[in-house]
Structure formats: structure tokens, C-alpha cells
């Protein structure tokens, strides 16, 4: 386990969130640790406004299963995942989904048998592969960026936007040293640039098939995938 998260609570976090949060949140809209009781609600966020909407998902024919539901559960766990909520109904209108990867981590097991990710994970483990983040950044641990969902009713008022950046500040705030995240949607890759990200490996969509077709022309225009990095 990373030095950090041997002592992360759930309280820790959520201390370390409130030391940060004023300036991300919104007249309607407070931020919050995911706690134990809107597991549930995450992943159905996740089910049901990430994965239809992701370029890459859509292209190679990617829907929600049990699996998924138990990776996104035991990243919940790890108590950095955090949520903005209406202020009056507590509703989660959107959610950032992260976790942490160590330099010790055995290789991940993880083997679906859907043909679809499986020749989805073909591809983008090996752009992962490209660059090794502990190295660059010198650090024994990094904080993974995995997933941004917002409801579609609650798009285009900044929620994405204030979602991630207070992430960034509470990592910092807790002590982490670099974060790695992914973004495929050109939107996406704006909020990492605003974010001062850099790029690390861009991978060509037009380059690579699925199914014989070019998995961009899926992708509704999206043409690349990138891995993000940022020393904080």
C-alpha cells in the first residue's frame, strides 16, 4: 500500500476535501466525498451517463456488467472518489471516480470475458504501457483519474469542470506527489490542459480496427486518445 493511502481514511478525506471545496462549489451544487451509502448511485451514474457517452466505449461496443460494477466498487473504497450533490435534495449530479496506482502493484488481473473490452483493454494497455509515471515523476505513487460523469441534466453548468479541479487540490491537500488520468473527447482533454496535465502518449484513433473498421469512425468525431500527467 502507498505511504499516503496507509493512512487515508475516510475522515482524512473528507477533511482534506473540506479544506478546499469553497472555491469549487456552486450556488446549487456542494462537493463531498463518495461515502459507502451512495455507492450505489455512483455506479449507476457511471452505468448510465459515462460509459454511453465515452468515444471509445461506443466505438468498440462497451456496456456497464457486473465487472465493471465490482472495479468501480473497490475503487469507491479507497475514500478519493468525490461527488457534487444538489444542496437541497443531496441528488449526485456528476462524479470523479479515482484511485490510486503504486510502483509495487502486482499486474493487474483483470480479464473480461466480453470480446469488446477485451480488444478495448488490447489497445489502451498498451498506450499505458508507453510511459512510466513513477519514473518520470519520480514518485513512488501516483493518483489515477479514471472516470468523469456528469447527469445529463446538469451538463454545461460547470460541474465537470469545478469536479475536477477540486480533486487536484484535495490530492494535494492530501499529500500526493503526481497524477495520471486519460481523456479520449476533446472536451476531456481541455479540462486536463486547463489543469496545467501534460500530455504524455497520444494514441491516433484512425490508426487501429475493430471489427474492420476504423475505430475512430465511433467515436462521433473524437479522434484520439491522450494520458495526461501532472507533478503537483
Not at 476535501?17 to 459507502?36: F, Q
Not at 499486474?107 to 498498451?126: M, Q
Not at 441534466?153 to 500526493?176: D, H, I, Q, T
Request: hydrophobic residues 40%.
Amino acid at each position: 500500500m502507498s505511504a499516503v493511502m496507509e493512512r487515508l481514511t475516510l475522515e482524512k478525506a473528507i477533511q482534506a476535501l473540506e479544506g478546499v471545496k469553497d472555491e469549487y462549489e456552486m450556488d446549487n451544487g456542494t462537493l463531498a466525498i463518495i461515502t459507502p451509502d451512495q455507492y450505489d448511485e455512483a455506479c449507476n451514474i457511471m452505468a448510465n451517463y459515462f460509459f454511453p457517452d465515452n468515444p471509445l466505449f461506443k466505438s468498440f461496443g462497451v456496456t456497464w456488467n457486473e465487472l465493471l460494477n465490482e472495479v468501480t466498487l473497490a475503487i469507491l473504497k479507497m475514500n478519493l472518489s468525490v461527488c457534487m450533490m444538489t444542496r437541497d435534495t443531496k441528488e449526485i449530479m456528476g462524479v470523479r471516480i479515482t484511485g490510486v496506482k503504486t510502483k509495487s502493484d502486482p499486474p493487474e488481473n483483470f480479464c473480461p470475458e466480453e470480446e469488446p473490452l477485451k480488444a478495448l483493454l488490447t489497445l489502451t494497455t498498451l498506450q499505458e504501457k508507453e510511459v512510466n509515471v513513477f519514473e518520470r515523476y519520480e514518485v513512488d505513487e501516483v493518483v489515477d483519474f479514471l472516470a468523469l460523469a456528469v447527469k445529463e441534466k446538469y451538463r454545461r453548468m460547470g460541474v465537470a469542470g469545478r469536479l475536477f479541479a477540486a480533486s487536484v487540490s484535495m490530492c494535494r491537500e492530501l499529500g500526493f506527489k503526481a497524477i495520471k488520468g486519460r481523456g479520449t473527447s476533446s472536451y476531456s482533454h481541455k479540462l486536463y490542459d486547463k489543469q496545467g496535465f501534460e500530455p504524455l502518449s497520444t494514441l491516433a484513433l484512425d490508426t487501429y480496427y475493430h471489427n474492420g473498421q476504423r475505430v475512430s469512425e465511433g467515436t462521433g468525431g473524437h479522434t484520439t486518445r491522450k494520458l495526461f500527467g501532472l507533478k503537483i
